[in-house]
């Protein structure tokens, strides 16, 4: 359900991606923050998250260094600067990862799929989405949410402080 909506970081896309100058004040850089809902008729969801962190500098490698996923796997990696792929390590506690070999240029990558159950009084409230990092800290290079409901699904979207460009279908 995801595809569309997904992104794939290709060794072209890598290299396109600016270095720490660009950025003097950030520790990282959010390369890929994309999430996919889709509420089933049931009222049963199914939702796709898809990260990619730059490393700028040696202050976001222990931020960066730990990855919880809530569900199945897609993609867990870490790319080195010089293109070489890391498989992360699990951690100890339930669906969480040490990514290796961080260092100024290296991307952790994941991406991961989550079933939900249907609430028993079928109001469903999404978590909060954020465009940006709240804090101000962050760059974000493309960032995505997309809701996906079925047609004639009743449904009430509340925006707050967004004034980005929106696809509604």
Same mark, same amino acid.
């Not at 049931?42 to 969801?45: L, N, V």
């Not at 509340?158 to 696809?167: S, T």
């Given at each position: 359900?995801?595809?569309?909506?997904?992104e794939?970081?290709?060794?072209?896309d890598?290299?396109k991606?600016?270095s /720490?100058?660009?950025?003097?004040e950030a520790?990282s850089?959010a390369v890929?923050?994309? *999430?996919v809902l889709?509420?089933?008729r049931? $009222?049963?969801?199914s939702?796709y998250?898809? =990260?990619?962190?730059?490393?700028?500098s040696e202050?976001?490698?222990?931020? @960066?260094a730990? #990855?919880?996923? +809530? $569900?199945?796997? #897609?993609?867990?990696?870490t @790319? =080195?600067?010089? $293109? +070489?792929? @890391?498989?992360?390590?699990? *951690?100890l /506690? =339930?669906?969480s990862?040490v990514?290796p070999g961080l260092?100024? /240029?290296?991307? +952790?990558?994941?991406a991961y799929?989550?079933?939900?159950d249907?609430?028993?009084d079928?109001l !469903?409230?999404? /978590?909060?989405?954020?465009?940006?990092d709240?804090?101000?800290? =962050?760059? !974000?290079?493309l960032?995505?949410?997309?809701l996906?409901v079925?047609p004639g699904f009743?449904?009430?979207v509340?925006?707050? $402080?967004?004034?980005?460009?929106?696809?509604v279908?």
């Open positions: 359900f995801w595809i569309p909506y997904d794939t970081l290709t060794a072209e890598l290299r991606i600016p /720490g100058d660009a950025y003097p520790d850089l890929l923050d994309i *999430a889709m509420i089933h049931d $009222g049963t969801t939702e998250i898809h =990260q990619a962190m730059k490393v700028l202050a976001s490698e222990e931020n @960066l730990r #990855v919880r996923t +809530t $569900g199945e796997v #897609v993609e867990l990696r @790319l =080195q600067p010089d $293109g +070489t792929e @890391l498989e992360p390590v699990p *951690a /506690g =339930q669906d990862f990514m260092e100024p /240029g290296a991307i +952790t990558e994941y799929r989550h079933d939900s249907a609430f028993d079928w !469903f409230r999404a /978590g909060p989405f954020y465009f940006q709240f804090n101000f800290r =962050q760059p !974000f290079l960032t995505r949410y997309v996906l079925p009743d449904v009430d509340i925006e707050r $402080g967004f004034a980005g460009a929106k696809d279908e």
